[in-house]
């Protein structure tokens, strides 16, 4: 079955830049989705077709999948960003997840 | 604006059967142009895709629960649902219902409800 791999953390400091990535298979040439889950609250959509912000996320969310890995790139870093963010691809008529990325803003 | 809202059984006895239903409201379950998924959650542990249906009938699985899981579209209540068989403590999560968008390889959840804790105990 297809996986998609990130790394369980990255930080990153108040104001900096702070990148995810998210490896699979042949991703390039697959559209990948982000979504920002806090805690004690439902995933939201953050990215979808690579790089396309849905209406209301802030412009410093920006994603790229020109190569593998794809990433999910975050400008200006908030302290409210601090969250869990998983990507997401469609293979084979299934939807996977990846592992989350544990994002703490120090 | 769309809001999803799950329903369903806070405890099911391990070997019984997990039922939810996912409420729609503020657009039409009918919709040629969306699907609607299944996504559940362990404590602490990472996003599970169960599945997704069309109101069409059209449905797909996670081949991991295929065996176990029904989804199915009630067009008249605008809602759809969720059955899970033989469930065990490993089914233990926070169920999620999802408006699915998905057009050739292009498929993602951008509508999501507030989660349900569904705990498998006897």
Redesign the interface.
């Known amino acids: 079955?297809y996986e998609l791999t990130q790394p369980p953390s990255v930080s990153v400091s108040p104001g900096q830049t702070a990148s995810i990535t998210c490896s699979g298979d042949k991703l390039e040439y697959?559209?990948t989705?982000w979504?920002q889950?806090k805690p004690g609250q439902?995933?939201?959509?953050v990215i979808?077709?690579d790089k396309k912000r849905?209406s209301g996320i802030p412009e410093r969310f920006s994603g790229s999948n020109s190569g593998n890995p794809a990433t999910l790139t975050i400008s200006g870093t908030q302290a409210t960003d601090e969250a869990d963010y998983?990507c997401?691809a469609?293979d084979s008529?299934?939807?996977?997840?990846?592992?989350?990325t544990r994002l703490t803003v120090l | 604006q769309l809001q999803l809202h799950e329903s369903g059984p806070g405890l099911v006895k391990p070997s019984e059967t997990l039922s939810l239903i996912c409420a729609v409201s503020g657009g039409s379950i009918s919709s040629n142009t969306y699907y609607w998924g299944w996504v559940r959650q362990p404590p602490g542990k990472r996003l599970e895709w169960i599945g997704t249906t069309h109101y069409s009938g059209s449905t797909y699985y996670s081949p991991s629960l295929k065996s176990r899981v029904t989804i199915s579209v009630d067009t008249s209540k605008n809602q759809f649902s969720l059955k899970l068989s033989s469930v065990t403590a490993a089914d233990t999560s926070v169920y999620y219902c999802a408006r699915h968008s998905g057009v050739g390889a292009n498929h993602y959840f951008d509508y999501w409800g507030q989660g349900i804790l569904v705990t498998v105990s006897s």
Request: charge should be positive; charged fraction near 5%; glycine fraction near 12%.
């Open positions: 079955s697959k559209y989705s979504y889950q439902s995933p939201v959509l979808y077709q849905p998983y997401q469609w008529s299934t939807a996977v997840f990846g592992g989350g």
